[in-house]
């Protein structure tokens, strides 16, 4: 059986994956309507990702006796200034889900519960995998020129980058 604490934080933590996949959801429809086919594609997919994740969550809950709840998701936003910026929100985004996923690693060893201490290890490496991928991202747009034929290139580009999982 989940500690209180723990239980709370991890169904939080389904909110925030639905949320995920959700903003990349916005994002792919966004550049899909700016005929960035391949920036849509490497967005729609991570969306999927972001909801087996969420998956991954809500059976973990259950396995361990509690009950995952379903939780209501937030609108995100519609559109985006430009693909750097949009880029950008990705990566803080990862970030803020960084330290979502270390508080649990925090909250499991302060209440003793060794399951989730070793079940959330994957979503820690995740966590590195996923802000390293977006970061390289925008190291490629940075060496761009802002112009629309880079933007062509790079949109064939990260077509090829969606990573193995
Ligand atoms: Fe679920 O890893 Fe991104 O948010």
Redesign the pocket.
């Known amino acids: 059986m989940l500690k209180k604490q723990v239980e709370k934080l991890l169904n939080e933590q389904t909110q925030?994956?639905a949320y995920?996949s959700y903003l990349y959801l916005a994002m792919a429809s966004w550049a899909e309507t700016q005929g960035m086919s391949g920036v849509a594609e490497w967005l729609y997919a991570q969306a999927e990702?972001?909801k087996d994740?969420m998956l991954k969550f809500i059976h973990f809950i259950n396995e361990r006796g509690s009950h995952a709840i379903i939780p209501a998701i937030e609108q995100p936003p519609k559109q985006w200034k430009d693909i750097y910026t949009m880029f950008n929100e990705v990566l803080e985004?990862?970030k803020f889900?960084s330290e979502s996923i270390n508080k649990i690693f925090e909250s499991a060893i302060k209440e003793k519960d060794y399951a989730v201490q070793n079940w959330i290890q994957w979503f820690v490496e995740?966590?590195v995998e996923?802000e390293s991928s977006v970061q390289t991202i925008i190291d490629k747009l940075n060496l761009l020129d802002k112009g629309k034929s880079g933007l062509y290139v790079f949109d064939k580009d990260i077509a090829t980058m969606r990573s193995k999982k």
């Open positions: 925030k994956e995920s990702e972001e994740h985004h990862e889900i995740e966590q996923e």
